[in-house]
């Protein structure tokens, strides 16, 4: 392949090859000042966009590369005709250029630049396009592999091999065939460009020839086929190879079947794809050719051991595994393979590795690897050494004759040759000829560089293991912890307050619809009940809550002094435990004071002197029943009380865990000291667990037994703000490890409390609330002993009534607080405070039709009356009055809702309805994403009920039907009884003994048989 100096001689296949070989040798010379490089890279993309001209190009190249004129006269290669860089011997730089008035050429000194005239060639006609277009290909390989430098250093040896072939048959003047055609290139390129059509089809630009080829065996394969059917099977052939979901040996199967009848089409595509039948073993090792039969076995019929384990069939051909001593043949398992014994009704779970896990997996993975490569270049200096001390032991003409097998001296043909070939790459074939052929010269050679490469890699360890030791104690404690993320993500919902009053909500329409399919009135008794175990965590959790109610400015003081009560008075009263102290009652009450004008004193922010006592009266009513066994408390709230109670059992809870937890780990810590001391006679440090010994995790400072306070001060420093929200999850993970995630949201629990505690105080509804229940406390309405709850039975009956009169407009619970044996166990009720007509519009519209009749016939008549004198009184009974007044307030509530509709459309929420839209173009309508209508026809539950049974038997006997018309036509009674046989275990050799039993079922009204097969446990 001539070329000319101007280059015009190129084609596109050594334009690539000019182009990376022009790259490696500026890369080479300036290996140490990758910036020249770079800069070079630069140049040519300026060029390439036209942002400077030739002369331009050619001066900045001179000015780069200056001292080094090999590159500078090498660049002539890619200029366009007419232009010429010549290097004089004092490094003056002249470049011949084209003139169009004549043929002479103008020279000029890149000192003085050439200017360019109205008479030069056009830029676009000056651009050397094959080699700029080639530097630009191999820069968009270069950057879309930048996360893999493999695949480009890859690319470039294929090329770098494709040039050496070429120049070597250009050398030898036709007298060497090349090992390594253009379709072979393309094909290796293909393999390692795998999914990238774009890259791929630029390549084949560079090589015309495999480009031809490949379209001319495109058509000889289709016109060969004819069946479009069997070219569509052949072209998936290759697709699934370029997914490398099948490799190149089972490619080669794949197609055999559709060019095995055209041998030169065959071999051509064997060819392609670099395909070599006697050599395909050799050069994969690592394939099985077992693999296939592998996975025909059928597992489940084979010897089992216990549930997980098979027996592989004695047919089975084991792999080649060499190296193998008595001793490993002795006690390696070769038989038995693990099998998933899992179904698909299993309600296992599998949870996915957390980050944190992640990082500890891939430090012990790239330490197992280290490991791996260490012991690896270890073994090959033993068996170098052993080697070489043979050698030493040998005259000279018995080392002249020594030669080494294809082991190296060792066990295994694979171990060594491995070693060998990480550190001398491509060179690795023929070092290892050298140390088969002449061991005598080459192990010493061999053995010092693997003793220095060993050198190496230990020092770069040490180095990776301090990296890891961080990495482990930075995540060890995360990666145990695989509920902590999980939970804080779904915690926050369990505190808001519509998913605890649609909770309760729930279970209460459930048991009504239950109760209406059953045509009976609804069952009543508690849907929630909830447990309090231990009194004393009461006082841990009132402090954390009073802790945090102190320093929120936006309580005001009397409201703070009522949460107070609340807390250390009204809920142990409830739960009939000890009061706690109001400690700093004087300094709520005695508030300082200003002169007014008048010379008097007034407290400051409020007008009573005093703040009140809210449960004072209760005190010793509560305090006798406390010490009862058999008592109870009853207590009707409204939302805000029963979200309040609801989140304060669940701090309770929680603190109680935390509790538990400690407590366990200091009879652990204890148990595990006192067997050391008794059975190894040793005393453990405080900070001499396993885990820290391996630098897992750093030493703590805080003892065991000091867990749970440290836990309480944590949790109010990270209320103040004191503490970080990791550090006090890190802190807590030391401390209580995997059963610390129950109290990462603790601050937000709360805070929660806190918010719902400020309403109760406030609002005027838990307001009348809580005065009601201390009204009814007076009449003994509240509770007392089981034992005389029948005496309260009508006192209780009135409470209930006025709590429900009272929240009308609102859910109304009924709490029953019970204590039994130590333990309080809370029972939440919601109660149907509606009337059985009072929601239907049609008997609203006549019960206020009928009211206002008689309201102007009882005006008249009252007229009529007057002279009487007598006392007016109530016209109506006060049932009646009340649920006309409820009819009149829900009718109001709904217009007020409407029109607050109205005003402002609803955004997405739950109760958003069905929008549609028209396309005024084509007048299709078009629903609206995330908006919806949900109708419910009440009765319709129950005729699916009542429809259940015969809708089931006539889909049953359609489908009987079919299948006893497919088995008459299709199966044989001999197949029939085969498969009677096969199912019931009968008559099957070779397969493990079991017995088979039938058990006849009702499902879905309709009789079924389920098969239960039992396996006998001898093998």
Not at 264 to 280: I, Q, S
Not at 399 to 404: G, M, P, S, T, V
Not at 849 to 858: K, V
Request: overall charge negative.
């Amino acid at each position: 392949m001539a070329q000319s100096s101007g280059g015009h001689g190129h084609t596109s296949s050594s334009a690539v090859e000019d182009a990376l070989s022009y790259l490696d040798q500026v890369k080479l010379q300036f290996g140490n000042q990758p910036q020249v490089y770079n800069d070079f890279l630069d140049i040519m993309k300026e060029f390439k966009s036209q942002s400077i001209d030739t002369p331009g190009v050619i001066s900045r190249v001179s000015q780069l590369f200056k001292g080094h004129p090999d590159l500078i006269m090498g660049f002539n290669t890619f200029l366009p005709p007419g232009y010429k860089i010549e290097v004089q011997t004092n490094d003056l730089v002249n470049v011949t250029t084209p003139d169009s008035n004549s043929s002479s050429h103008q020279h000029c000194s890149l000192g003085h630049p050439h200017s360019s005239t109205a008479g030069s060639t056009p830029l676009q006609n000056n651009q050397p396009v094959e080699f700029n277009h080639a530097i630009n290909y191999v820069n968009k390989i270069k950057n879309r592999f930048q996360g893999q430098p493999e695949v480009y250093k890859s690319f470039l040896e294929i090329l770098h091999t494709y040039q050496k072939e070429q120049r070597n048959a250009k050398e030898a003047g036709g007298n060497y065939t090349p090992t390594l055609t253009e379709q072979q290139v393309y094909a290796q390129v293909a393999q390692l460009f795998k999914n990238q059509e774009d890259l791929l089809s630029e390549f084949g630009q560079f090589l015309p020839d495999a480009n031809s080829s490949l379209v001319g065996f495109d058509q000889s394969v289709r016109k060969a086929l004819r069946s479009s059917e069997a070219y569509d099977n052949f072209l998936r052939c290759l697709v699934i190879f370029n997914q490398e979901v099948i490799s190149r040996a089972e490619l080669v199967q794949l197609v055999l079947p559709f060019l095995g009848k055209f041998p030169e089409l065959f071999t051509w595509f064997k060819n392609f794809l670099g395909y070599r039948e006697c050599a395909h073993i050799e050069s994969f090792p690592k394939e099985r050719a077992t693999e296939g039969i592998a996975m025909e076995i059928d597992y489940a019929s084979c010897k089992r051991l216990g549930s997980s384990y098979r027996a592989l069939p004695k047919s089975f051909q084991q792999p080649r595994c060499t190296g193998r001593t008595p001793l490993c043949k002795e006690v390696l398992n070769d038989t038995w393979v693990s099998f998933p014994s899992w179904s698909e009704d299993s309600t296992f779970v599998s949870s996915k590795k957390t980050q944190y896990e992640e990082h500890i997996y891939r430090c012990e993975d790239e330490r197992f690897e280290l490991d791996v490569v260490l012991e690896t270049n270890l073994a090959t200096i033993r068996v170098l050494e052993a080697v070489q001390k043979r050698i030493s032991r040998m005259s000279a003409e018995e080392q002249a004759k020594f030669r080494l097998d294809n082991t190296i001296g060792g066990s295994s043909e694979v171990i060594h040759r491995k070693a060998i070939q990480r550190i001398y790459g491509d060179k690795a074939p023929d070092i290892i000829d050298g140390l088969k052929t002449n061991p005598a010269v080459s192990v010493p050679i061999v053995l010092k560089r693997l003793k220095n490469k060993e050198e190496e890699w230990r020092e770069a360890q040490r180095g990776f293991n301090k990296i890891w030791r961080e990495q482990n104690e930075k995540y060890y404690l995360k990666s145990l912890d695989h509920q902590g993320i999980n939970f804080k993500q779904n915690d926050g919902k369990v505190f808001r307050s519509k998913m605890l009053l649609n909770e309760i909500e729930t279970l209460y329409d459930e048991r009504q619809e239950q109760a209406s399919e059953d045509n009976a009135a609804p069952p009543s008794g508690p849907h929630i009940t909830l447990m309090y175990e231990d009194s004393q965590i009461l006082e841990d959790a009132a402090a954390l809550i009073i802790h945090h109610v102190k320093r929120q400015s936006s309580i005001h003081k009397d409201d703070k002094y009522k949460i107070k009560q609340i807390i250390y008075h009204f809920i142990p009263d409830m739960l009939f435990a000890r009061r706690g102290e109001l400690s700093d009652v004087e300094e709520e009450e005695e508030e300082e004071t200003e002169p007014d004008e008048d010379g008097t004193k007034k407290h400051n922010g409020t007008t009573s002197t005093k703040s009140k006592l809210l449960f004072s009266h209760t005190a010793a009513t509560q305090q006798k029943l406390s010490n009862c066994d058999d008592a109870y408390n009853l207590f009707y709230v409204n939302n805000n009380w029963y979200i309040f109670l609801r989140l304060h059992q669940i701090l309770c809870s929680r603190l109680l865990r935390i509790y538990a937890q400690g407590e366990k780990q200091i009879e652990e810590d204890a148990r595990e000291r006192e067997w050391e001391k008794n059975v190894l006679g040793l005393k453990r440090e405080k900070n001499d667990s396993p885990a820290i010994q391996l630098r897992l995790k750093e030493p703590m400072d805080i003892d065991v037994e000091d867990y749970y306070s440290v836990f309480l001060e944590m949790v109010r420093n990270l209320l103040d703000g004191n503490m970080e929200t990791s550090q006090y999850e890190d802190q807590l993970r030391e401390m209580f490890t995997i059963h610390a995630y129950i109290a990462f949201t603790m601050d937000k629990l709360i805070q929660s409390i806190v918010r719902q505690l400020q309403h109760i105080v406030s609002d005027e509804i838990c307001v009348q609330v809580t005065d009601l229940y201390l009204s009814e406390y007076a009449n003994k309405a509240t509770g007392g002993s089981l034992s005389t709850q029948a005496s309260r039975g009508s006192a209780e009956s009135a409470y209930q009534r006025k709590a429900e009169q009272l929240m009308s407009d609102e859910n109304c619970f009924k709490l029953l607080f019970q204590k039994s044996k130590g333990t309080v166990q809370l029972a939440m009720e919601l109660l149907d405070t509606e009337e059985e007509n009072s929601d239907g519009p049609v008997d609203t519209e006549v019960d206020m039709l009928s009211l206002n009749m008689f309201d102007s016939i009882c005006t008249k008549f009252k007229k009529d009356l007057s002279f009487l004198k007598i006392k007016q009184c109530a016209i109506f009974f006060l049932r009646n009055l009340r649920r006309i007044r409820k009819c009149q307030r829900g009718q109001e509530m709904q217009m007020r809702e409407a029109k607050e509709t109205a005003k402002k459309p609803s955004e997405g929420g739950e109760d958003s309805k069905m929008e549609c839209m028209f396309k005024l173009n084509s007048y299709k309508m078009v629903y609206v994403f995330k908006s919806e209508d949900y109708m419910y026809r009440r009765t319709a539950q129950l005729r699916a009920h009542q429809s259940h049974q015969r809708v089931s038997t006539r889909l049953h006997q359609r489908f009987q039907a079919w299948l006893d018309r497919w088995r008459k036509e299709h199966v044989t009674s001999d197949m029939a009884a085969a498969t009677y046989k096969w199912l019931m275990g009968e008559g099957r050799e070779g397969l493990l003994p079991c017995r088979t039993v039938c058990e006849p079922k009702i499902l879905h009204f309709q009789n079924i048989n389920k098969y239960k097969v039992t396996y006998s446990t001898t093998l």
